[in-house]
């Protein structure tokens, strides 16, 4: 399996992060997207050995897209670089995914172990209203917007085919959105939620919105 890190900006946790993954899968492949990073993300995951990608169109959709295109495995594990999730997670990601025969596996930060401050009060509600929305509209889903996902090759390839039409945090609404609209078979498992060392990227209002807005406008296309 190949893993796919989209990052900016992340120099204190890229390294210890993909240690752990090679400790852990060590037979994995490991991707990490520079997404115009102006510290030592991209030096530091060169020097670990890893292949490194750079995409210049700001955004973490962008950053997936060019990662799923350099993805030729079956399976492909997505994840943030600020080392919330835990590589020990995604093997439980991949294995659900083989023994359910799914497409996607989602790992729910809301049904698993959360860190002390890893998500406000004002987040966690935020994320049970979008993933309320998300279920209405879509399919049943406890978290949609966790970052942490497991793909098979056919997920993988819907999405590339469907193309992505937001840039920024709507990311995973849409491959929700996309992947549920297609009939293919998502799963969720829960999963340790840390807390990054430095402060979110994400602005719980703006963002929210716009998430939302992403989860309406594709069910109506």
């Known amino acids: 399996m190949t893993f796919l890190i989209p990052a900016y900006n992340e120099e204190k946790s890229i390294g210890p992060l993909i240690d752990r993954i090679k400790m852990l899968c060590p037979d ?10 102006s510290d030592r993300t991209s030096e530091i995951a060169t020097s670990r050995g890893v292949r490194v990608i750079f995409e210049g169109k700001q955004g973490k959709a962008n950053a997936m897209v060019a990662a799923f295109r350099n993805t030729r495995t079956e399976y492909a594990v997505m ?9 020990d997670d995604s093997r439980v990601l991949v294995e659900v995914l083989k023994a359910e025969g799914a497409d996607v596996v989602l790992g729910s930060r809301l049904n698993g172990e959360k860190e002390d401050g890893a998500i406000s009060r004002i987040n ?12 209405i509209l879509y399919s049943p889903v406890s978290d949609v917007c966790t970052g942490h996902w497991a793909f098979n090759r056919r997920a993988i390839r819907h999405i590339l085919e469907e193309g992505l039409n937001y840039s920024g945090f709507e990311l995973e ?6 992947l549920a609209r297609a009939g293919l078979k998502i799963v969720e498992v829960p999963i340790t939620y840390r807390k990054r060392s430095d402060e979110p990227k994400l602005s719980s209002f703006t963002d929210g919105f716009k998430i939302f807005r992403t989860l309406v406008l594709e069910r109506l296309r």
């Open 79 to 87: 994840m943030d670089a600020d080392l919330t999730y835990l590589p």
């Open 124 to 135: 966690t509600v935020g994320n049970h209203i979008l993933s309320f929305t998300a279920s």
């Open 173 to 178: 609404a849409e491959m929700f959105s996309k």
């Open 28 to 37: 994995s492949e490991i991707i990490v997207v520079d997404n115009n990073s």
